[in-house]
């Protein structure tokens, strides 16, 4: 049986963060509108650990929001297939590990984004788990439009909440944030249970965290395929739990221009602008196994990756890179500061410093 490649989407594959493009494009003031539920999402997930919350319910918790600005579907499946960025050299990694493994796509991303990537890149769309929803099936009345929009706009006002490091309570924030918390805590856990839209937004199932972690479990289960064959790709807080099940069970984890988030977590740290290093990667851990690529990540050059029979047409092209080789390194406790600061600066080149610096 052949191993088992799996990827989160935005960030490992596209520049994309589609949930926050969509809030730019149909809510007022969506930038700002976004960058505050997501760093409230950080709070949940990260410091307060709210029981049952999964990491990347950003994207649930803007969806009433996308009704009452009268989104659909269509208009949703139309903006994903227009404004699809791919990291480059995308389908040509895609390719060459699907000729050496069963390639896999788990993310949070909405089913409409992920259907037209898939198209995009002739990937298989039965091969992806993403967060499944439909803004048509979903009801709302004038009264809670109304409410929603006023809502958004204040979300939109505030200030932009600030985690301390190390912060593990409410009480380790500022005044001012323990007070937005509070109010973020209001809107989404006691105005909106009180309105009929809330009925659709409870039953959305957000991909991220622990539901990545059980995608990949799904899939090794069906697949009968051991962890220590199973290679995952992430670059943010939705893939931790992911990132440390293969770590912890033998199989190769991997940051890709991650944040701190992914980094920490992760085996390999990756800093490139080009997808052909994730095929480097995967060619010498389906080879060779964990142990022996984690050897030649050590002493990462194209003169390490000769000796460890890449070929030399792929090798060509990664070192041959138009702006800078890529930087691929073991994380480790003396390092891990230097590369979470290096990643997280690359990121935002890549992605662009409004969707790189999301959690």
């Not at 979903?138 to 439009?145: C, D, F, L, N, V």
């Not at 799904?218 to 931790?240: A, H």
Request: a negative charge; charged letters at 20%; aromatic letters at 8%.
């Amino acid at each position: 049986m052949r191993g088992v490649f799996v990827s989160d989407c935005e960030g490992p594959i596209s520049k994309n963060d589609n949930a926050y493009e969509l809030a730019v494009k149909f809510i007022p003031n969506g930038d700002k509108f976004f960058c505050n539920v997501s760093k409230y999402d950080d709070v949940l997930a990260d410091v307060l650990c709210k029981p049952g919350y999964t990491a990347g319910s950003t994207l649930r918790l803007i969806l009433p929001f996308l009704k009452a600005c009268g989104v659909t579907d269509q208009q949703m499946e139309d903006f994903s297939a227009d404004n699809i960025m791919l990291i480059a050299d995308t389908q040509n990694m895609l390719k060459h590990i699907g000729s050496i493994a069963e390639c896999y796509i788990v993310s949070t991303s909405y089913t409409h984004y992920i259907k037209a990537l898939c198209n995009a890149v002739g990937f298989s769309y039965k091969n992806t788990y993403c967060t499944k929803v439909s803004l048509d099936n979903a009801t709302i009345t004038s009264q809670e439009k109304n409410t929603l929009c006023e809502i958004a706009q204040e979300i939109s006002q505030m200030p932009l909440i600030t985690i301390p490091a190390n912060a593990k309570s409410l009480a380790d924030f500022s005044l001012n944030d323990q007070i937005l918390i509070k109010r973020f805590y209001e809107i989404f856990w006691e105005e909106i249970p009180q309105m009929s839209i809330n009925n659709f937004f409870n039953n959305v199932v957000t991909i991220g965290g622990e539901q990545k972690a059980k995608s990949i479990c799904d899939i090794v289960e069906r697949l009968k395929v051991p962890f220590r064959d199973v290679m995952y790709v992430g670059d943010s807080i939705t893939d931790v739990e992911a990132l440390r099940l293969v770590k912890e069970n033998g199989g190769l984890a991997v940051s890709f221009n991650g944040n701190k988030y992914a980094v920490k977590n992760a085996d390999v740290a990756v800093v490139s602008e080009s997808n052909l290093v994730t095929a480097v990667i995967a060619d010498i851990f389906y080879r060779l196994g964990r142990e022996e690529t984690l050897k030649v990540v050590k002493s990462w050059s194209q003169t390490s990756l000769e000796k460890a029979n890449v070929s030399l047409e792929l090798l060509n092209q990664v070192f041959g890179l138009s702006k800078s080789s890529p930087k691929v390194q073991i994380v480790t406790r003396e390092n891990i500061n230097s590369i979470v600061t290096e990643s997280s600066e690359f990121r935002k080149e890549v992605r662009g410093v409004a969707i790189g610096r999301l959690g």
